[in-house]
């Protein structure tokens, strides 16, 4: 499914939070682009989405824009490995605790950006208390290591 006439000036964390109706295997955003990709683990998530959202999606940073949905026709079966992982319960969402609280947020992201040339893409780092912090990543792929 391809989210189009975005505003050149959206984040990942927008372009994301758009977004509903089911797990997400991948999120295809660069910055700058007035486009994104996103791929729904199952496709019956991605047209349950396509159908509330087919007249169009109000832009969230201007009212007077509408971001289009448009439904591909290309079909793309997940992995083995990225089914099992959903069917398990894996998310893109990674909840940290028991975190000391002198813990910059600068250390958090490269903590969960992975190590030795795996980089994670990171969408969000959020601390929901003082000593638990929520990471959004952009595509499941992103949660191997």
């Known amino acids: 499914m391809r989210l189009t006439n975005l505003s050149t000036a959206f984040t990942a964390s927008q ?7 089911g797990p997400i295997e991948h999120i295809l ?5 007035s486009w994104a990709t996103i791929t729904f683990v ?3 998530h991605c047209k349950e989405y396509y159908a509330k959202t087919a007249n169009g999606i109000v832009s969230p940073t ?6 289009w949905v448009v439904l591909g026709d290309e079909v793309d079966p997940m992995s083995g490995l990225a089914r099992s992982h959903v069917e398990g319960g894996c998310t893109r969402s990674l909840r940290v605790t028991g975190i000391d609280e002198d813990w910059t947020i600068g250390a958090l992201t490269t903590l969960a950006s992975g190590k030795g040339g795996n980089v ?3 969408d969000n780092i959020s601390v929901k208390t003082n000593r638990t912090t929520g990471v959004s990543l952009r595509s499941l792929e ?3 290591d």
């Open 120 to 122: 994670r893409k990171i």
């Open 29 to 33: 955003f660069t910055p700058g682009n």
């Open 62 to 67: 201007d009212n007077k824009y509408i971001l």
């Open 42 to 44: 199952h496709s019956s």
């Open 15 to 21: 372009v994301a939070s758009l977004i509903f109706g």
């Open 142 to 144: 992103d949660c191997y």
